[in-house]
């Protein structure tokens, strides 16, 4: 019954490899988000689908490709990953994609390139 | 570049104790937000407080905001060890294309 489901929790690989991780919300919502949180805990939006529709892409190195087959789910696929990119992130999704209306997050997955 | 910035970055208290932390911000801004984040999990949201709001309260929870001072705080009242988390604050930049801008966080350990 989780909200906002992602896939994998963990993600453990080897620097120059290709790997995906799977959002899905069951909240209804028009909207859909990647972050990134780093070591930090310094969080920050990668990319925002509303219904589909790239909303909004921020200045994240094209490695890094969404995918949205229905508005229902976002996926994000990580070509030739990098150290630099070991971070968790999280999914997240909103009503109407609206900057007033509260987030839910997925539980994130740990991604740690070697 | 980072709109909030929250204070103390890190802050330890005994259970029972009230908690506050802080948020500044930048620019103008249409609203604020408040989440939690457990270990290892998710950011859940607390509360959003509108820019011509001045104070909101939800069960433990206060939260204020000065626009003039451009900052933000929480209380947490009478805390549990359960509360023990990360709070952030995240911002709606006035103008902004409806994205939420999030501070680097504040850790809060509540000793029971």
């Known amino acids: 019954d989780t909200a906002v489901s992602q896939t994998p929790k963990y993600l453990v690989t080897q620097m120059g490899n290709d790997k995906s991780i799977k959002c899905e919300q069951n909240?209804?919502?028009?909207?859909m988000y990647w972050y990134k949180q780093d070591s930090k805990k310094f969080l920050k939006i990668m990319f925002s689908y509303n219904n589909k529709e790239l909303i909004i892409n921020e200045t994240v190195p094209n490695r890094f490709s969404p995918k949205s087959p229905d508005k229902a789910h976002l996926n994000l696929h990580i070509n030739s990953l990098e150290l630099g990119d070991s971070a968790v992130y999280f999914c997240?999704?909103?009503?109407?994609?609206?900057?007033?209306?509260?987030?839910?997050f997925g539980s994130g997955t740990q991604l740690s390139v070697l | 570049s980072q709109q909030g910035e929250e204070d103390p970055q890190a802050l330890s208290i005994q259970e029972g104790e009230n908690a506050t932390m802080n948020c500044s911000y930048k620019?103008?801004?249409?609203?604020l937000q408040w989440y939690r984040q457990n270990s290892g999990r998710g950011l859940v949201h607390l509360i959003l407080i509108r820019s011509n709001e001045r104070e909101k309260h939800s069960g433990r929870l206060r939260v204020t905001l000065d626009t003039s001072k451009k900052s933000s705080s929480l209380l947490i009242t009478a805390s549990r060890a359960a509360d023990t988390a990360s709070y952030f604050c995240?911002?709606?930049?006035?103008?902004?294309?409806?994205?939420?801008?999030f501070g680097k966080g504040i850790t809060l350990s509540v000793r029971p």
């Open positions: 997240a999704s909103t009503l109407r994609g609206a900057a007033n209306e509260k987030l839910f």
């Open positions: 620019t103008s801004i249409n609203n």
């Open positions: 909240l209804g919502h028009d909207t």
């Open positions: 995240a911002t709606d930049a006035s103008g902004a294309n409806s994205k939420l801008t």
